[in-house]
Each structure stands twice: as structure tokens, then as C-alpha cells.
Nanobody, 118 residues
Framework: QVQLVESGGGLVQPGGSLRLSCAVS????????MGWYRQAPGNQRELVAT???????NYVDSVKGRFTISRDNAKNTVYLQMNSLKPEDTAVYYC????????????WGQGTQVTVSS
């Protein structure tokens, strides 16, 4: 069973930056399209950035120009560089597969908390 371990969150002031990492166990990472999701209190989980197995990326409008998703297939890791953070970015961030039915998602990891506050 594939395991997902997110890290890199924390408390940051508005305008600050964080880099999230997601380590994916198993040997087939390079074939998966991956995404970063977030869930704020009282809200549903939303997909904010995706990276296909070939490297093509896509972003939700609210993070375009501020967030950058990347992957290192040699390290089985997907990253999310977050710049110019805003209070509304506060959420628990998760990684998982993208561009597949939810039936094919991996078991969710514990996520990593991002809090943007002065």
C-alpha cells in the first residue's frame, strides 16, 4: 500500500514563503499524476495544484503565480513552493493522485498544517 507523508508546514506571516514536501512510498511514483490539496476548517478539501507524470502543471486561479508544484522522481517526492502567502491560504495541505477517480486515490496522509497570520 502506498503511503503519503507530507511535511514542511508551519506558521508564516502574510507575504512569506513555505516549501511543502510529500514523500510517496513504492516504486511506481513516476507514472502517477500528482496533486496538492488543501482543507480549511469548515471547508471541503480542494485541489490547488497538479503535476502530470510528464511534468505538465496546472493551478487553481487563487494560487496562480504564487505557488509552484514540482516533482523529483528519483526521490519519489512532490513539492509545493508557496510564495506571497495570504491568510486565506491557511489550511491543512495534503498530496495525492490527480486526474483519476477518487476510487483510485491513495489513503490520505496526515497532512501538514499551514497557518498564515501576523
Amino acid at each position: 500500500q502506498v503511503q503519503l507523508v507530507e511535511s514542511g508546514g508551519g506558521l508564516v506571516q502574510p507575504g512569506g514563503s513555505l516549501r511543502l514536501s510529500c514523500a510517496v512510498s513504492g516504486s511506481s511514483f513516476k507514472i502517477y499524476h500528482m496533486g496538492w490539496y488543501r482543507q480549511a476548517p469548515g471547508n471541503q478539501r480542494e485541489l490547488v495544484a497538479t503535476i502530470m507524470n510528464g511534468g505538465r502543471t496546472n493551478y487553481v486561479d487563487s494560487v496562480k503565480g504564487r505557488f509552484t508544484i514540482s516533482r523529483d522522481n528519483a526521490k519519489n517526492t512532490v513539492y509545493l513552493q508557496m510564495n506571497s502567502l495570504k491568510p486565506e491560504d491557511t489550511a491543512v495541505y495534503y498530496c495525492n493522485r490527480a486526474y483519476v477517480s477518487a476510487t483510485f486515490y491513495f489513503n490520505w496522509g496526515q497532512g501538514t498544517q499551514v497557518t498564515v497570520s501576523s
